[in-house]
Nanobody, 121 residues
Framework: AQLVESGGGLVQAGDSLRLSCAAS????????MGWFRQAPGKEREFVAA????????DYSDAVKGRFTISRDNVKNMVFLQMRSLKPEDTAVYYC???????????????WGQGTQVTVTS
C-alpha cells in the first residue's frame, strides 16, 4: 500500500494551495481518509478527515472554515484545499488511510511520506 502526497510549496499568507493524495495498492474508497500535519518541533496533529462516501467530514478548529477535504473514489485520490493560509499552517502535511468508514481523528493505519507547506508572512 502506498499513499503519495503532492501539491505542497512555498506561498505567502492569504494564498491558497491544493494538496493531493494518490493511493495505490490500497483501495482508499473503502475507508475514511485523513490529513495530518507536523510542524518543526511539534507533534503530528489532525487536520481533516472524510468518510468513505465523502458525505461526512471533520476538521480541526485551527483549519475549520479555511480548509476543505474532498475525495474522488474513482481515481482513488483525496484532496485538501487550503485557503487563507497563515504562517502557522507551515508544516509537513501527511495523507492517511483510516481504519473506519467514518471520519476519526486517531484511527489510521497507512501514511504517506508527506509534502512540505511553507507559508511566509
Amino acid at each position: 500500500a502506498q499513499l503519495v502526497e503532492s501539491g505542497g510549496g512555498l506561498v505567502q499568507a492569504g494564498d491558497s494551495l491544493r494538496l493531493s493524495c494518490a493511493a495505490s495498492g490500497v483501495t482508499a474508497s473503502v475507508t475514511a481518509m485523513g490529513w495530518f500535519r507536523q510542524a518543526p518541533g511539534k507533534e503530528r496533529e489532525f487536520v481533516a478527515a472524510i468518510s468513505k462516501s465523502g458525505f461526512s467530514t471533520d476538521y480541526s478548529d485551527a483549519v475549520k472554515g479555511r480548509f476543505t477535504i474532498s475525495r474522488d473514489n474513482v481515481k482513488n485520490m483525496v484532496f485538501l484545499q487550503m485557503r487563507s493560509l497563515k504562517p502557522e499552517d507551515t508544516a509537513v502535511y501527511y495523507c492517511a488511510k483510516g481504519r473506519r468508514s467514518y471520519p476519526t481523528r486517531d484511527e489510521y493505519d497507512y501514511w504517506g511520506q508527506g509534502t512540505q507547506v511553507t507559508v511566509t508572512s
